[in-house]
Structures are given as C-alpha cells and as structure tokens.
C-alpha cells in the first residue's frame, strides 16, 4: 500500500497502492519542515521542561539497557540444575523413643500375611540368605545395606513381632474348644473336651507371701498354715500393655522365628524337623474325618492333672492354660513347620522333603489365634515408611521409598541371648503347679470341672519360665516402654540426688576443721601443703573401694545395692576386677552388665567419690560392731591396696591424684616397704574413721534431707535355697542415689559428670509388672547401642529431564531473546542519532521494548516464550529431597514469589494483544486503543496477581505447578486478545482530511491502525521520532515526499 500525499493547494491526494506514505515536496528549502507531518507540539523552552526530557532521556537509556542485558543476564546465570542423583542408600539417627500416639497394633491376618512374605523374602532374597546363612542364625537385624525400602519395611515390621514377643509376655488366651481321644489298653477310646471360655481368656495372678512377709519360695510353699494367698487381678493390664496380647499369636509369631533359626543353623530339613517343637513332642490328630488330638501322657498331664476320672466324669474340661499350650505345641508349631516345609521344597532348598504332614484341619485349628491381635508396647522395630510418587500427567517425576526401624542391639538377634516366649511361660506354668510358676485351682462346675491357673508371685516366678535363662533372672516382665516425656516413673532423678550427695562430700573434705582429711593429717603428719587434702582424699577413695568389697563379702545380696540382678560370678571379685578398670558400667534389659570405657579428662580427686563409705561403714558397724569391721576391713586393705594403689619412686600413686609421699616412705622403699611404713597410721585411721562415721551420715542425711542408709533388710537377710543360689533382694528394689554412687567408686579414676551422665542418658525406662510382688512399678535399664536405622530410596529421571529440558530451553529462548533486544536497542540508538531526541518528555517515556508496537508479533511470542522457564522454576513443587537449596519461597514470601511470576506474564499479556491485533482493522486510533499497552496491561496484570494468590497452594504437586501456570499464561493472553478487540466498539472514522491528513490517507489506502503507525502517533498529534523509531523512511519521488515503512 501506499499514501501518497501532495501539498499542493494543502490538498491530499491517494496515490497509489503502495505501502508508504508520500507527500509533496516542498518547493523552497524552508518547507521541508513537517508542514503537513504534524508533530507533538513543543512546550516552550524552559528550565523546568528540559530538566525533565532529560530525566526522561535517562529513563529510555535504562530501559533500553534494561532490556538488552535482562536476556543476557539470564543466558550468563542460569545455573545448571543441581538434584539429587539416584540412589539407595542406609543412614543412621539416634534413637528418638517409644512413641505411643503410633497406637502400633497387628491384627492376627496381617501377622499371618506378614510371616508368608518374611519367609519368601528370606528365601528368595539371594543376599539375604546368603546373610543368614553365614551367620548361621536368622540374622534379621543385620539387612540393613541389601534390602530394598520395601523389603526393609517388611523386615522392620517383623522385627517388631520378634521384639515384642520375645521381651514382652502376653497374658491373654485364645477362647476355643478341643477333643481329645485316649485309647486305653482294652483297644476301647475315651474322648473328652477341653476348652478355654470367652470369661477366661485373661490371666489374672495370685501373689504368696510366707511367714516374714517376703515371696515363699519352694519350702514357703509347701508351709501351708503359715503362706498367705492373695489373688491379684490384672484387668487393668489391658490397657496399652503387652499382657493385653493375645498368647497363641504371640506364639505364632515365636514358633516361626524359633523353625527360621534352625533352619538357617542347620541347613538341613531333616534335622530341623528332628528338633521338634519346644518342649511335649509333636502331636498328632486321627486321620478320621472327626481328627480328635491325641491323647499322650503330657497331653493327658496338662489338660487333667492325669486325674482320669475328670477326663471320665466331665462334659467339659475349663482349663485355658493347657488349651492355650496345645494350641501352640501341637497345632501352631505342626502348621507352622508345614509352612516352611512347603516353601523350602517349592525353591529346592535345604534337602526338603515332606517330613511333616500337612494337614488343612491342623491349619484351620492353628489359625484360630488370627482372631487376636497383637498391641506393639516398645519402640523397637517399625518406625514409619513411605513411597511416595510425584508425577506429572502419567509421566513419574520423582518416586521415593523409604522404610526406617529402631534397632535395640543389646537384644541381639543373634548369639546366646536367650529369646523370651510367652508359649513357653505356659510350659513351665503347667509343668509345675502350685510351685514356681502358677497356682492351680480345680473345682467342678455343675457337670463340668475348671482348671483355674493363675501366674504366680513368688520367689523365683519370673526366673526361667518366660526366658528359661537361669543366669540372669530377671524376676520381671515388661509391660510397656516409657515415652521420654513420661519420666522415669519416680518422684525423683537418682543420679540428680547423687550428685548433690557427691558435691556435698566434696566440699566437706575441703572445709578443714574437724572432718576426716583432719583426721588423716593427725596420723600421717603434713603433707605438701598444695597436695595434703588431694592425697588424703584419694587415700579415702580406696577406704571406701575396701568398705564397699567388705560388704560384698560379708552380704552378697548387697551386690542389689548396685544392680537389679545378679551374674554367674563373685560379687566381690567382679567389683575388684571393676575398680582396676576406666569404666562406668550400665545394666540393660536383659541383666547383663554393659561397661561403657571412658579416658578420664577432669582428673580430680575432689570429686566426692568417696562418699558411699559413710552409710556402707555406717550399716557396717551398726550390724557387726566397729572392731569387726576394722579388723576385717584392714585384711580387705592388705589384699587389695597394692592392687588398687601403684608406687613410684617413694611416692603412692592414687590415680586421681598422684605423688602423694604418706609415712615417711622415701625413694629406697619399695611397694611392700611402704605399705607396711603407712600400715600403722592407715589401722589408727580406720578406727577414726568408724567412730565418726555415724555421726557423718547423721550430719549428710540433715543438711541433704534426704535418706543414705543402706537398707537393714540387706545385712540382716539370711535366705538361702537348694535350687536356686539368687535370692534377690530382700526389699522391693528401687533405683537409687547409692547405687550411681558405687558405680562410680567402682573405678580407677573418678568419673566426671559428663561421663556418668553419658550413663543416665543411655536410660530406656519401662513398666513392669514385678513377678515377686504381682505390682506394676518402674524400672531403667542402660541401652546404649539403640538407634534408627533407615533405608531409602530415591528415583528423580522425569524431574531430571523436566529440569533439564526447561534449564536448556532457557538457555536458548533468552539467547534468542537477547537478539530481539539487541535489534531494539539499535532501533533506538539509530532514532537517537536522527532524531537527537528532541521530543517532549511524555512522548520520551513511551519508549520500552513491551509497548505494543514495538516488537513484531515473532518477536512478541519469542520474548513470551523466553520467560516460561523462569516462571516454572518459581512454580515447581518444593521438594528438598532432589532439588538443591530448595526452600518453601524463593524470595522469602510466596507474595513475592507470585509477583515475580505475575511480571513474567506481561509478554503473554503482550502476545494476546498481537493476537487480537490480526483479527481486526482499525480506521483509526482511539482512545481504548491507546490505553493498551499501559492502563489496560496494568489491569490485566493486577487481575492475574489476584486470581494466582486466591488459587495459590503451598503444597502444589507438579500437575498442578504445570496447569497453574499454562492456565495462567493462557488467560493473560486471553485478557490481553479480548482488551484488543474491545477497541473495534470504540472504532470510528478518520478525522476530516484537513485535520489529519496523514490518518486520512492511511484509511484510504486501507491501512490498519492497530497494526501501523500506532507509536508514531500521540492522540491527534505525530511524532518523528516515532516515525524514525517505526521504521519510516522518506525518500524525494519528483514532486513527492515519499515516506515508507520497513515493516
């Protein structure tokens, strides 16, 4: 097209169909000024005016230069993608605790189901097998680095059974019925049934007490005038502890782990098998369609007491104990063994072969117990898992797997640490009525008669029967593990009071006056002035180490004062062998004593390590008279000092302090010579010190107030058994101050506060019922090799190509972009040059690379496209497992995120204009065109903002980060066409010709004006620069002044 326009007689003329606009050409030199070409009228010249053309001058140069180096910038920046490779891997954490609110309980289907995929997993597992076949043992806690999340979740939950049924007794029964046939000798048979009611299934406890008030043991029993009997009922023990577990699942849950042993032990069915079941024998059922139990003598023994005439004379026989143990032996153990059997001749493994009958009534008796269910009451085992797939459409993004476990390794899985079974507390309960274990009540009930068993408190009822360890007796069962943020249990923290008791001690050695260390300095002399009451402490330490060996020999029980149990050694010598030893000693849950090495780094003998000697010696010489316990106490010194107490060069070393020079002992004495130099001034001592001593506990029990005395009941005990040589102790035991205070006596150099409370937070507590007293207490024992382990996995292919995909289309689209940006910036700079800028400042400020206009619509879309990838990544989910540095808002502020995603849509914005632009011709300019590129735009953007913050989501999954802003470009793109087409309601004709020529030969030639000339006219008026910055060029064509456009 073309405009062609003369100026002759001022008239207009269309010229032909060309695309430039012609004018006629000015006759004298002084009319080439835009006569006709009307311009933005110039205000006149003043200071205020130029100032601001000038600020607006700069404004142009920044936003051209803003334009040209935004694109740049981004291409210079742009980071390569940093996320997470794939991996699988294990970690470790420190134990956190039990936590109750995870209510973990196992209905009896899932421990069925979770049994079948344990065994699978352990024989189909190539790694696994081969793991447990090297340690010959069903090494479940030791998988950590060949299972898959999903595998470890599985093993993790089965864990959880093994610990719970091994360390936590159930006391409830299954309710059901069984028929038992006897043949007797004449070939006649005999059947009879026991069953266990629904009224019966919880058992409840009878505690004894013999003549002086303590548990009977054996010969208390059987005094029958002086025992007293008290039926305990334990109700209340079904509320969140594991007595509340049904006995036969736990027993599934036992037999299984204890056959998975064996057969990883002896890799040979046929030995398996001919280890039989726990402890009766294998039971066997008629092969008739009636499949009665039969009967053999210990089948016979725990279902009647082998009283015939009951089994004759009843239509039922009540008895819950033995239903509930041939449950377990005859029909769990046989379904279990079947079990194996079938999936180890299924893989060919191990010799199998059908050894064990496989019988479907056997399988449906056994699996009654799925009616139970099983309450977890420890932390130990399943910590949570998770597999999470984040996708996008059906493509997965990221796929992450990960199982956790709380691993307690001081119950090994492995090795001689014996497993608790709650089937075979019911053994030992049947096999000894009314003795050890269970008190038995028989009576009849109309025609039927009822075995009542209830657990029995007594001396020995928590020895062998749950753990069958005759080692370490427990003389409890646990009930449920302490959340940390329920306490201990008790109203006090013994190891606080401990070291208040120490720091007191302490500082009554330092204060000289009248105490001990004056006492020492009186029968040694004095001493180096700076070592004197250093030296005389540490001698004082090995005083206390003889007091404390004294009365382990003369009261072994008092070993209680240190532990809760015992162990198959001397007292005495294992506490000696302690004291030559850096080492603060716990005890865990399974009564073994656990040292814990220390390097002592606070090397001090102030201390206050000495201070159990006050009530040892007290209670001493209160029980045996203060010559006796000096004489004695001296041979204990005799033996043990040279043991206890190195020489050096004249001096005595006492490890917390050293160099000390006692009773004139010079250089030439030996080890022996010394001693027997300081050996009369040490006995003067001792008797010193036994006559102040009560006087000491008397002052330390006021000032503290609080009780140190050793318990009476410990010195004047006098029990003694046949059968069992662990009496326990005489009194209900309780932690105490005492007992951290011997701990730490018991050791070559004193222990700072930070190594014994290494020690107290090494402390799980646990509620316990007490198998003596049938009472539920407290107890805390030392478990220092707990923690979680977790195993997880992470898979991210589709958000790596997604990151890469959109991190190399950034790099492209801005390199693109910055090329448009520069072809802009030389526009500019070529209209500066022709024009010198000389327009008004309003007209100045219009120039910006987004006003509509001014980029063509290739350009546009290009521009738009190149802010998608930055926009996407302030939209992607926040996911810190596999992006870097990822956080919850880039700028601190989702507002702020939303901002910057909101700015990125004005080339959107732009692009729906350009849209809107072809699918319209405007005659001319109007005012709702004009606002498009800034009240409109500015509308649109503000709108976008307020739709983006109302829909936002913190936790946008990718599906919705992608949609959220496709649909956002899509409506700013939208909004910007439909603001463009709104201008056609506001089109209308061109101005008369004489007051707009230019705009009246632009309509005749049919040029639309929302596509030309659109910057190069301000309202009614035109701008040069915006001619020159549009690309019109004007060239001489005769008469006529031909102006063409370059687009």
């Known amino acids: 097209m073309s405009v062609a326009n003369t100026a002759r007689h001022g008239r207009n003329v269309l010229a032909k169909p060309q695309f430039d606009i012609s004018m006629a050409k000015p006759t004298k030199p002084s009319e080439v000024s835009p006569v006709y070409i009307h311009t933005l009228k110039q205000p006149r010249s003043s200071r205020h005016s130029k100032l601001l053309r000038q600020c607006a001058v700069v404004v142009v140069i920044v936003q051209v230069v803003w334009a040209l180096v935004l694109p740049i910038k981004n291409v210079a920046i742009i980071p390569y993608p940093q996320f997470r490779s794939d991996d699988l891997s294990t970690s470790t954490q420190p134990y956190a605790g039990y936590d109750p609110k995870a209510n973990l309980m196992y209905s009896g289907p899932q421990v069925h189901q979770l049994l079948i995929d344990v065994l699978a997993l352990s024989l189909d597992n190539h790694q696994v097998r081969a793991i447990f076949e090297h340690y010959s043992d069903f090494a479940i806690d030791e998988l950590g680095q060949v299972l898959s999340p999903a595998e470890h979740n599985i093993m993790a939950q089965y864990y959880t059974l093994v610990f ?62 002086t025992r007293t009997l008290k039926d305990v009922d334990f109700t209340p023990l079904l509320n969140g502890t594991g007595w509340q577990n049904n006995i036969g699942l736990l027993g ?76 377990g032996e005859v029909y769990l153990a046989n379904y279990t063994l079947s079990t194996i059997q079938s999936a180890l001749i299924a893989r060919n493994l191990y010799n199998a072969t059908a050894l064990v009958p496989t019988s479907p009534i056997v399988a449906e008796r056994a699996l009654v117990v799925l009616r139970g269910s099983i309450r977890i009451t420890s932390g130990a085992g399943f910590a949570g898992s998770r597999d999470t797939i984040k996708t996008l459409g059906t493509t997965v993004m990221t796929h992450t797997s990960v199982s956790s476990v709380n691993l307690k390794r001081d119950r090994p899985m492995t090795g001689s640490v014996l497993m608790g079974s709650s089937m075979r ?38 020895y062998n029967g749950f753990k069958f360890d005759f080692v370490h007796p427990m ?9 940390v943020a329920a306490g201990s249990g008790y109203a006090y923290d013994w190891f606080a009071q401990e070291r208040d008791i120490a720091a007191w001690y302490s500082k009554y050695e330092s204060h000289r006056g009248n105490n001990l260390i004056d006492k020492a300095a009186l029968r040694f002399g004095s001493l180096d002035p700076s070592m004197e009451t250093a030296c005389f402490q540490a001698l004082f330490k090995r005083i206390a180490q003889a007091s404390w060996l004294l009365l382990l020999q003369w009261h072994p029980v008092t070993e209680h004062l240190a532990f809760m149990s015992v162990i198959d050694q001397s007292a005495q010598l294992y506490f000696l062998k302690q004291m030559l030893k850096n080492e603060m000693v716990g005890e865990n849950a399974y009564s073994y004593r656990v040292p814990q090495t220390f390097n002592p780094t606070n090397i001090s003998s102030a201390l206050g390590t000495a201070w159990p000697m006050v009530p040892l010696l007290s209670a001493l010489v209160l029980r045996h008279g203060a010559a006796a316990v000096a004489a004695e106490l001296l041979v204990i010194l005799n033996a043990t000092f040279a043991q206890l107490v190195d020489f050096d060069n004249g001096a005595f070393m006492f490890h917390d302090t050293d160099n000390c020079v006692l009773g004139g002992v010079t250089t030439a004495d030996s080890a022996t010579s010394a001693y027997r130099k300081i050996y009369g001034p040490l006995s003067l001592l001792v008797g010193d010190t036994l006559t102040s001593i009560e006087s000491i506990r008397l002052r330390m029990e006021l000032e503290l107030g609080q009780s140190i005395q050793v318990r009476r009941e410990y010195l004047n005990d006098t029990r003694v058994n046949s059968i069992f040589n662990r009496q326990g102790p005489p009194v209900y035991w309780s932690h105490t101050a005492l007992s951290v205070g011997l701990l730490r006596l018991s050791s070559q150099f004193s222990p700072g506060t930070e190594i014994v409370s290494n020690l107290q937070n090494s402390l799980v507590c646990y509620d316990v019922l007490e198998t003596r007293y049938l009472n539920v207490s407290t107890r805390c024992w030392s478990e220092f090799q707990n923690f979680n382990e977790t195993r997880a996995q992470y898979n991210s292919e589709g958000l790596r190509t997604l990151l890469l995909s959109a991190w190399s289309m950034g790099i492209v689209l801005n390199t693109f972009a910055a090329v448009v940006a520069l072809r802009f910036a030389l526009r500019v700079l070529n209209m500066a040059k022709v024009t010198g800028l000389q327009e008004d400042w309003r007209t100045l400020l219009c120039i910006d690379i987004e006003e509509f206009g001014m980029t063509s619509f290739s350009e546009c879309a ?56 072809t699918l319209l011709r405007l005659r001319c300019r109007n005012g709702w065109f004009t606002q498009q590129s800034n009240l409109v735009r500015a509308v649109i953007i503000v709108g976008v903002y307020i739709v983006r913050i109302l829909t936002i ?95």
């Open 164 to 225: 719970q049924s091994s360390e936590f007794p159930g006391g409830v029964f299954t309710e059901r019925e069984d028929r038992i046939v006897s043949v007797q000798a004449d070939g006649t048979k005999q059947v009879y049934t026991i069953g266990c009611r629904g009224d019966q299934t919880l058992m409840g406890g009878t505690i004894c007490i013999d003549a002086n008030g303590q548990p009977c043991d054996d010969s208390a029993w059987g005094a029958t005038k």
């Open 862 to 917: 290009l521009m738009a496209c190149s802010t998608a990838p930055f926009m996407f990544s302030y939209q992607l989910p926040q996911d810190s497992e596999y992006i870097a540095n990822s956080k919850t808002s880039h700028l601190g502020s989702v507002y702020l995120d939303e901002i910057l995603v909101t700015m990125g849509m004005t080339w959107f914005i732009r692009l729906g204009m350009d849209v809107g632009a």
């Open 475 to 483: 003389t409890n069962f646990k009930l449920a593990e302490r959340p």
């Open 425 to 462: 507390n019911m053994i030992y309960m049947g096999y000894y009525p009314n003795s050890y274990y269970s008190v038995l009540k028989i009576f009849p009930n109309g025609s039927d008669f009822v075995f009542q068993s209830t657990a029995l408190g007594g001396m020995f009822g928590g």
């Open 953 to 1047: 989501k913190t936790d946008r999954d990718y599906d919705n980060s992608i949609w959220s802003l496709a649909l956002s470009c899509l409506f700013s793109a939208v909004a910007g066409m439909v603001a463009m087409l709104s201008s056609f309601v506001f089109d209308k004709a061109t101005p008369p010709r004489h007051e707009d020529p230019i705009s009246h030969a632009l309509q005749l030639a049919k040029v639309p004006r929302n596509v030309h000339c659109i910057f190069s006219q301000q309202g009614t008026e035109w701008s040069y620069m915006g001619l020159v910055l549009e690309g019109w060029t004007c060239s001489p064509d005769n008469e006529t002044l031909v102006f063409k456009s370059a687009s």
């Open 252 to 327: 599934l849950v036992e037999y299984f782990h204890y056959y998975m042993r064996l057969v990883f032990a002896k890799k040979d069915w046929a030995t398996v098998v001919a280890s039989k079941n726990l402890d009766i024998g294998f039971g066997y059922v008629t092969d008739d369609d009636k499949a009665y139990l039969i009967e053999t003598p210990l089948i016979f023994n725990f279902a009647t007491q082998s009283n015939r005439a009951i089994a004759l004379n009843s239509s039922m026989i009540w008895n819950c104990l033995a239903s509930e143990l041939l449950l």
